[in-house]
């Protein structure tokens, strides 16, 4: 086992609900290891950002190749996402991550909290984002023509 596997799987649970969402999405009902062995190949190939030696870098799990992810996952080639409004109405064969923000008012700040799922499956049991926040955006991908 890798050493500071701990803090790959914490970090997978604070930040990695997209790639996570992406991986379901992708592959419905897959095992948590081959997300996580997804998660992995994903990062070695730069579709998504981690930093292993600074686990505070804000941008650990981001999804910086959504399109390239999803590839890797369902193994076809051909497919395009797009960043919609929350309005926006899925046409046939659509697949579509919801994007979620909460403004937290806290004391003297307000934190803003994002959290990505699925129409009928989250990552994270009961998200207070989720519970307390609304859709702001959704992730949607196609088939590329």
Not at 86 to 91: C, H, L, W
Request: charged content about 35%.
């Amino acid at each position: 086992m890798r050493e500071g596997i701990q803090t790959f799987l914490a970090e997978l649970g604070e930040g990695a609900c997209l790639a996570l969402c992406i991986c379901e999405l992708g592959k419905p009902g897959l095992t948590e290891g081959e997300a996580v062995n997804l998660i992995l190949e994903g990062i070695r190939r730069g579709f998504i950002e981690y930093d292993e030696e600074n686990r505070d870098n804000p941008d650990n799990c981001y999804v910086a190749d959504r399109d390239g992810l999803m590839k890797l996952v369902t193994g076809e080639r051909g497919w395009r996402s797009d960043k919609e409004n929350a309005d926006y109405r899925a046409k046939p064969g659509e697949r579509v991550v919801e994007g979620w923000e909460w403004i937290e008012c806290c004391r003297d700040k307000a934190i803003k909290h994002q959290h990505f799922r699925l129409v009928k499956w989250d990552p994270i049991k009961n998200s207070r984002t989720v519970k307390n926040g609304k859709i702001e955006s959704l992730r949607v991908f196609r088939r590329a023509a």
